[in-house]
């Protein structure tokens, strides 16, 4: 069993920064490939990146490439997502979740095993 807790998300203008904070509970953290998701209000869960169990491999959604950077510290649980260059579109929950594999399915939130609440991240234009 894996508990995650998100921290980090708050009010900031159009070209600002953010960075998320992801807690996970228990000793099998590096095993866990690691992912962050957003939701904005009316639209469905969308996979913003992914990072797998040694930090050596990350993906993103086109929609943040070059602007957000994930990455993890396995000594302190914690997974982060470095967010520059925000705009008033990536306003939502943003949501970091765990699974046990890094694959072709890592955009999916099938592949995800455990999720935090989430941590609401606003973006003013």
């Known amino acids: 069993q894996v508990q995650l807790v998100e921290s980090g998300g708050g009010l900031v203008q159009a070209g600002g920064s953010l960075r998320l904070s992801c807690i996970a509970s228990?000793?099998?953290?590096?095993?866990?490939?690691m992912g962050w998701f957003r939701q904005a209000p009316g639209k469905e869960r969308e996979f913003v990146a992914a990072?797998?169990?040694?930090?050596?491999?990350?993906s993103y959604a086109d929609s943040v490439k070059g602007r957000f950077t994930i990455s993890r510290d396995n000594a302190k649980n914690t997974v982060y997502l470095q967010m520059n260059s925000l705009k008033p579109e990536d306003t939502a929950v943003y949501y970091c979740?765990?699974?046990?594999?890094?694959?072709?399915?890592?955009?999916?939130?099938?592949?995800?095993?455990?999720w935090g609440q989430g941590t609401q991240v606003t973006v003013s234009s």
């Open positions: 979740a765990a699974g046990r594999t890094y694959d072709n399915s890592k955009r999916t939130a099938l592949a995800y095993d455990y």
């Open positions: 228990g000793r099998l953290f590096s095993s866990y490939a």
């Open positions: 990072i797998n169990w040694s930090g050596h491999s990350t």
